[in-house]
């Protein structure tokens, strides 16, 4: 592992980031240093993977560990900042560093956090329950009580979002229906009327002309 500056429009975000979102908090916190220390970089080394890619200003490189620090770098507009850089072999190997990194160190990850990586640990990285528990710092028996408690929450969802579609189905036939319905008795109302035209254009107010066409319409006779 080598330590360089490194241009910050080399870096690119990576493509699993372990948080959710980056903590504004941290962010004002991280902020005050800078104000404190003036131009100078208050802060360790970003780690960095060196991707197999590069553009007429440089290697790209995806970052591991120092989001909060890299956002901050783009915030003041520093042209570079310094870097740890490796080479990961396997996505693997940089997943768990990742994990590692922020762990044992700066802002603590949320349970939340915590067991989305561990579940990412266990189905990307084909990582053992034992392997992510020594990372991690729990039992192998913890680990997988996560992994199992991830995936009921996960089926649960699955079967929560079927039964609400089957209950949007459900309240759609009623729908469907008066309209079936409604289409229905317009076509044996055009069929009545002009079964009994004559009948009605001569004596529209008698009840005997009236009460047919109520019935077509309501099924029922008027009170």
């Given at each position: 592992?080598t330590?360089?500056?490194?241009?910050?429009k080399?870096?690119t975000?990576?493509?699993?980031?372990?948080?959710?979102?980056?903590n504004?908090g941290?962010?004002?916190?991280?902020?005050?240093?800078?104000?404190?220390?003036?131009?100078?970089?208050?802060?360790p080394?970003?780690?960095?993977?060196?991707?197999?890619?590069?553009?007429?200003?440089?290697?790209?490189?995806?970052?591991?560990?120092?989001?909060?620090?890299?956002?901050?770098?783009r915030?003041?507009?520093?042209?570079t900042?310094?870097?740890?850089?490796?080479?990961?072999?396997?996505?693997?190997?940089?997943?768990?560093?990742?994990?590692?990194?922020?762990?044992?160190?700066g802002?603590?990850?949320?349970?939340?956090?915590r067991?989305?990586?561990?579940?990412l640990?266990?189905?990307?990285?084909?990582?053992?329950?034992?392997?992510?528990?020594?990372?991690?710092?729990?039992t192998?028996?913890?680990?997988?009580?996560?992994?199992?408690?991830?995936?009921?929450?996960?089926d649960?969802?699955k079967?929560?979002?079927?039964?609400?579609?089957?209950k949007?189905?459900?309240?759609?036939?009623?729908?469907?229906?008066?309209?079936?319905?409604?289409?229905?008795?317009?076509?044996?109302l055009?069929?009545y009327?002009?079964?009994?035209?004559?009948?009605?254009?001569?004596?529209?107010t008698?009840?005997?002309?009236?009460?047919?066409?109520?019935?077509?319409?309501?099924?029922?006779?008027?009170e």
């Amino acid at each position: 592992m080598t330590t360089k500056e490194i241009a910050v429009k080399l870096i690119t975000s990576p493509l699993r980031y372990i948080r959710k979102e980056l903590n504004i908090g941290h962010l004002e916190l991280l902020s005050n240093s800078i104000m404190e220390k003036g131009k100078d970089w208050p802060f360790p080394p970003i780690l960095l993977h060196k991707l197999a890619t590069a553009t007429k200003n440089g290697m790209i490189y995806e970052i591991v560990d120092g989001m909060h620090r890299l956002e901050l770098a783009r915030q003041y507009n520093y042209i570079t900042i310094p870097a740890h850089i490796k080479e990961y072999k396997s996505i693997a190997d940089l997943l768990a560093d990742q994990f590692k990194e922020n762990i044992h160190h700066g802002l603590l990850l949320s349970q939340a956090d915590r067991n989305k990586w561990i579940k990412l640990l266990y189905i990307e990285a084909k990582m053992k329950a034992k392997d992510i528990g020594q990372q991690v710092g729990l039992t192998e028996a913890s680990i997988s009580r996560i992994i199992r408690e991830l995936q009921a929450t996960k089926d649960k969802k699955k079967v929560d979002t079927k039964k609400e579609d089957t209950k949007k189905s459900d309240q759609k036939e009623p729908i469907e229906f008066s309209i079936k319905k409604l289409k229905k008795l317009c076509q044996d109302l055009t069929s009545y009327i002009k079964d009994h035209k004559s009948t009605i254009e001569s004596d529209i107010t008698n009840m005997t002309t009236i009460k047919p066409l109520w019935e077509v319409l309501v099924g029922l006779e008027p009170e």
